[in-house]
């Protein structure tokens, strides 16, 4: 069964005392509420199994905002799947255009992460969406095909079907500028056709494909209308419980 999913990408924000207070009090503010989507908040490493630990994982699940590409060894630095998996997380966001832009992570890099963390028994939200030039020049829908071709398509229909999808126009992350209701809508349905094409109707009816960028609570009723568009992925708008606690209620 496709899911509705509002996760949080908190980024490189909030020191430990502030991203446990931030967490604990989401819990407290979600305690009493029946949900209408799953809820996840992607945390720095450093946080995880805090987190995990001081709210309901029931209620809300916990994500890394990345793993490594090596299941161990000589990696100074980095962290790998399956330590995500020991600290109570059950997500890692892969893929995104931050990491893409910023840390050289290339189709190739992503498909290896993608697989470890399959492996290791985490759900990845694995992010594509176009720059501004490639939206204008119309190559959009090309892009955001490649992305998920180059790195998802090898997996099986079984390991595909744990997949989230998250379309990010990089245009719209951060900048106040969101994609518009029939944007969103139209390239959600061209990827939710590319995964019909490739694994049939079945896995991807039920695939989730999640909205991200500039999502807040003024604009997530009307995007998650779409019947394609299962949810979002929320970065600036998840630091704050009301903001949050508003995207998840337009469900
Ligand atoms: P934003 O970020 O909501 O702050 O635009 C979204 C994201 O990068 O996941």
Redesign the pocket.
């Known amino acids: 069964m496709r899911k509705n999913i509002v996760a949080g990408?908190w980024?490189m924000n909030k020191t430990f005392s502030e991203g446990l207070a931030l967490a604990t009090e989401l819990n407290a503010a979600l305690a009493d509420s029946s949900l209408n989507c799953d809820v996840v908040i992607g945390t720095p490493f450093i946080h995880l199994a805090s987190v995990a630990a001081a709210i309901d994982t029931t209620k809300i699940g916990v994500a890394a905002q990345n793993c490594a590409d090596h299941e161990s060894g000589a990696y100074t630095g980095e962290i790998s799947a399956s330590m995500v998996k020991s600290t109570g997380a059950e997500y890692v966001i892969l893929g995104?255009s931050?990491r893409r832009a910023y840390y050289g992570e290339t189709a190739a890099k992503l498909k290896v992460k993608t697989e470890l963390a399959l492996k290791n028994g985490l759900t990845p939200i694995f992010c594509i969406g176009e720059v501004l030039e490639e939206r204008e020049s119309g190559v959009f829908f090309d892009v955001v095909k490649s992305q998920i071709v180059d790195s998802l398509f090898e997996l099986s229909a079984e390991d595909f079907s744990k997949i989230v999808l998250a379309y990010?126009p990089v245009w719209?992350?951060?900048?106040g500028k969101t994609a518009s209701a029939a944007q969103a809508q139209e390239i959600h349905a061209f990827i939710r056709k590319t995964l019909v094409d490739k694994y049939g109707k079945e896995i991807a009816d039920n695939t989730s494909i999640l909205y991200?960028?500039?999502?807040n609570a003024a604009n997530a009723k009307e995007l998650f209308s779409n019947p394609d568009v299962d949810g979002g992925?929320?970065?600036?708008?998840s630091l704050k419980v009301a903001d949050f606690k508003a995207i998840i209620d337009a469900f």
């Open positions: 990408n980024k995104h931050e990010e719209a992350i951060g900048t991200g960028g500039s999502c992925l929320i970065g600036g708008a």
